[in-house]
C-alpha cells in the first residue's frame, strides 16, 4: 500500500514544483550524439533554417551537460526592452538511459526557485498596504490578497509551463534526425482500410457499369 505522506508530497510537486508531465523519447543514437546535437542546434545559424520557428521570439537555449544527462534553460527577447532578456523561469532535466542500441531520454521540467518565489512578492507589497488599514472589512481585505495571489500564481504558471513546452519541442527537433520511425501495420478489419478482395469487387463493378454505359 502506497504511503499516504508520499502520495501527498507528489501531488504537491505536480501542483508546485513540476510545471509539465514527464516526457519520453527514445532515439537511435548515444547520450553523447544527442547532447552534441543539441549543443549545436542551440545555436542559430543560416545552415539549420529549418530550425528557425524554435527562436521565434528571440528565444535562447542554455544547455549544461551533467553525469547523467544534461540540464537546460531557456530566455526570449522583451519587447519593450531592445536588448532585454526574460529571466529564466524554467529548467529543464534530461536523463539518459541506455535501452540496447537506443537511448530513452527523460525530460522534466521545474519551475525555477527565484520565479517561484516572485509569485508572493506583489501580493505581500499589497497585503502589507491594505490589511493594517481599517478602509474595509477584514473578510474583504483577505479576499483582496487572495485574490491578487492567485492571479500572481496563474501567470507565473503559465509563463512556465509555456517555457517547457517551448523546451521540450527544441529538444524534439534538435533530435528528429536520431528519432526512428515505428509505423504501425493496420488490421483487414480496421474500418476504412480495403482489402484486395474489396478492390476486386469494385473494379468489376466498375467494369460492369462502364460497359453497361459506353454507347451512351
Known amino acids: 500500500m502506497r504511503n499516504p505522506f508520499s502520495a501527498l508530497v507528489e501531488l504537491v510537486?505536480?501542483?508546485?514544483?513540476y510545471v509539465h508531465e514527464i516526457t519520453l523519447l527514445t532515439v537511435e543514437?548515444?547520450?553523447a550524439a544527442c547532447l552534441q546535437?543539441?549543443?549545436?542546434?542551440?545555436?542559430?545559424?543560416?545552415d539549420r533554417l529549418q530550425l528557425r520557428d524554435v527562436f521565434s521570439d528571440g528565444r535562447r537555449y542554455y544547455l549544461e551537460p551533467r553525469e547523467d544527462g544534461f540540464r537546460m534553460r531557456c530566455s526570449s527577447k522583451l519587447g519593450w526592452r531592445s536588448r532585454g532578456r526574460s529571466s529564466n523561469v524554467t529548467l529543464l532535466h534530461g536523463t539518459f538511459e541506455r535501452v540496447g542500441e537506443a537511448t530513452r531520454l527523460k525530460l522534466r521540467t521545474r519551475i525555477a526557485?527565484?520565479?517561484?518565489?516572485?509569485?508572493?512578492v506583489l501580493p505581500l507589497m499589497?497585503?502589507?498596504i491594505i490589511i493594517p488599514f481599517d478602509l474595509w472589512q477584514m473578510w474583504f481585505r483577505v479576499a483582496v490578497v487572495a485574490l491578487l495571489l492567485g492571479l500572481s500564481w496563474g501567470?507565473?504558471?503559465?509563463?512556465?509551463q509555456l517555457q517547457a513546452v517551448d523546451m521540450i519541442y527544441f529538444v524534439g527537433r534538435a533530435l528528429e534526425d536520431f528519432v526512428p520511425a515505428?509505423?504501425?501495420?493496420?488490421g483487414a478489419n480496421t474500418p476504412h482500410v480495403a482489402d484486395d478482395t474489396m478492390h476486386r469487387e469494385f473494379r468489376q463493378e466498375w467494369d460492369k457499369f462502364y460497359k453497361e454505359h459506353e454507347g451512351d
Do not use: C, E, G
Open 113 to 120: 526557485i527565484p520565479y517561484l518565489i516572485d509569485i508572493f
Open 13 to 17: 510537486l505536480q501542483r508546485v514544483w
Open 29 to 31: 543514437a548515444t547520450p
Open 37 to 46: 546535437a543539441m549543443a549545436i542546434a542551440a545555436k542559430p545559424s543560416v
Open 182 to 186: 515505428t509505423i504501425h501495420s493496420l
Open 155 to 160: 501567470n507565473h504558471r503559465a509563463n512556465a
Open 126 to 128: 499589497i497585503a502589507l
